[in-house]
């Protein structure tokens, strides 16, 4: 979140998608929300968000797609509850904008509902694009509160690195980690509902309550060897301890899933999750070579497959592309 502009005519900020490299789920609450423990790693897939001063005061929105793997955009709304245009707004209100006017322009290049924060990072990046583009000054903190109204992930998207989150994922702890671990993303051609994965896990988990089975637990903390292992940078301890919980609810609902975790791990993955409520597919490799061959082992069968790397910094001003 560093940089400064002098009255810019447009800002272009970067932001993060990010796995969960462990993810705890707990049971449904009477709010409607579950508590979770996850460690969000932040990967060098990056969201982009331009914003220019538009003639007219206004907040529009407008996408773009495409990268490198391909992203397509057809469906995305953009309207008001576009999640940048909220985080635009709540800027705007916050900072006394009264008649905020701003052209924002996403580019798109983390999967379209894949469990990988795109929405999220483009929130946290027009919160960055904003502040700058309007002067308005906000500190950091002043961000993160904001970001804590968006949404359970965009908190994340504007530290990046490596975090706990515990609550309904908002209650950041940073973890040191400064090795880079190597990653291949499998994207899928459709999305998955969180809301529908996450109602899955219940009737799953109801089902096999029927029969016998113990409540899922409170999530309290995270799990301390996954923790430990991205201190250390050490990808084999990893690949032993990464988990999922919402993993068998979106097995459940995109069964061909399946299919490819076991075929990257066939080609030489270390592990293989689904990211989140998926269905983005997320391979750990030994190291950026071994990333760089399943990467091209994936693509000769067919699947949208890059190789990505994390921990990397979160919502940051980039060069104007103009």
């Known amino acids: 979140m ?18 969960n490299v462990s993810l705890q789920v707990g049971p449904l ?13 932040a990967l060098s897939l990056r969201e982009e968000v331009r914003a220019a001063h538009a003639a007219r005061p206004g907040i529009t929105v407008s996408v773009e797609g495409g990268g490198p793997l391909r992203i397509p955009v057809d469906g995305i709304p953009l309207g008001p509850d576009n999640l940048v245009a909220r985080a635009a707004a ?18 798109k290049r983390v999967p ?13 990046a027009a919160l960055v694009a ?15 509160s904001l970001a804590a109204g968006l949404g359970a992930d965009v908190p994340f998207a504007l530290e990046g690195g490596a975090a706990v989150g515990l609550g309904v994922g908002d209650r950041l702890t940073a973890v040191p980690a400064e090795t880079p671990l190597h990653w291949v993303l499998v994207a899928s051609g459709s999305g998955l509902s969180t809301p529908a994965v996450y109602g899955r896990l219940d009737a799953l988990r109801s089902e096999a309550q029927a029969v016998g089975a113990a409540p899922a637990p409170e999530p309290d903390a995270a799990d301390p060897r996954v923790l430990e292992a991205l201190r ?15 993993q068998p609810a979106a097995l459940s609902l995109a069964p061909e899933l399946e299919n490819v975790l ?4 066939r080609l030489g993955a270390l592990a293989g999750i689904v990211s989140g409520s998926g269905p983005t597919l997320a391979f750990l490799a030994a190291d950026a070579g071994s990333a760089a061959a399943l990467e091209t082992a994936l693509r000769a069968d067919g699947h949208n497959a890059l190789a990505v790397h994390g921990p990397v910094a979160g919502a940051a001003p980039a060069a104007d592309k103009t």
Not at 2 to 19: C, E, H, L, M
Not at 90 to 97: F, K, Q, S, T
């Open 130 to 144: 904003c502040n700058l583009l309007w002067g308005a000054g906000l500190d950091e903190a002043e961000l993160r």
């Open 232 to 246: 250390s940078g050490n990808a084999a301890a990893l690949a032993g301890v990464i988990s999922n919980d919402l």
């Open 262 to 265: 076991d075929r990257g791990r």
């Open 2 to 19: 560093n940089g400064s502009f002098q009255d810019p005519a447009a800002v272009t900020v970067s932001s993060p998608g990010k796995i």
């Open 90 to 107: 709540a800027l705007a209100a916050h900072a006394g904008i009264t008649e905020p006017a701003v052209e924002l322009t996403i580019t």
């Open 29 to 41: 609450r009477a709010d409607g929300y579950h508590a979770v423990a996850s460690v969000y790693l």
């Open 112 to 124: 379209v509902a894949g469990g990988m924060g795109g929405g999220s990072a483009d929130a946290a």
